[in-house]
């Protein structure tokens, strides 16, 4: 038996910005700026709407993937806001 994860996603967007192990995701952007703008570009009209959160493995990911993030529940108080991913699903099997 599996674990199910029946709670809200902390977070839902796309993904700017990838590494090895941190993604970084906008919510509430036109798609038209998201394929036309810079990164910096984005953050600044996303603002407050980002988090960059650490995982252990982002290689099934891409930028403009759209994805759910679930969290631990803390944040660095930054921006984007900083924070450790528990889960992320891509849209195909999260948002259908």
């Known amino acids: 038996m599996g674990i199910f994860?029946?709670?809200?996603?902390?977070?839902?967007?796309?993904?700017?910005?990838?590494?090895?192990?941190?993604i970084t995701i906008v919510w509430d952007?036109?798609?038209q700026d998201l394929a036309m703008?810079?990164?910096?570009?984005?953050?600044?009209?996303?603002?407050p709407n980002a988090l960059t959160v650490?995982?252990?493995?982002?290689s099934p990911f891409a930028v403009g993937d759209q994805?759910?993030?679930w969290t631990t529940g803390a944040y660095n108080e930054s921006y984007p806001a900083?924070?450790?991913a528990t889960m992320i699903?891509?849209?195909?099997?999260?948002?259908k």
């Open 82 to 84: 900083q924070g450790t």
């Open 29 to 31: 952007v036109a798609e």
């Open 54 to 58: 650490s995982y252990p493995d982002t």
């Open 67 to 69: 994805v759910a993030i």
């Open 5 to 22: 994860y029946t709670n809200k996603a902390d977070a839902e967007g796309n993904i700017i910005e990838k590494t090895a192990k941190t």
């Open 89 to 95: 699903k891509q849209r195909n099997s999260y948002f």
């Open 37 to 47: 703008k810079t990164k910096q570009e984005i953050l600044a009209i996303a603002k």
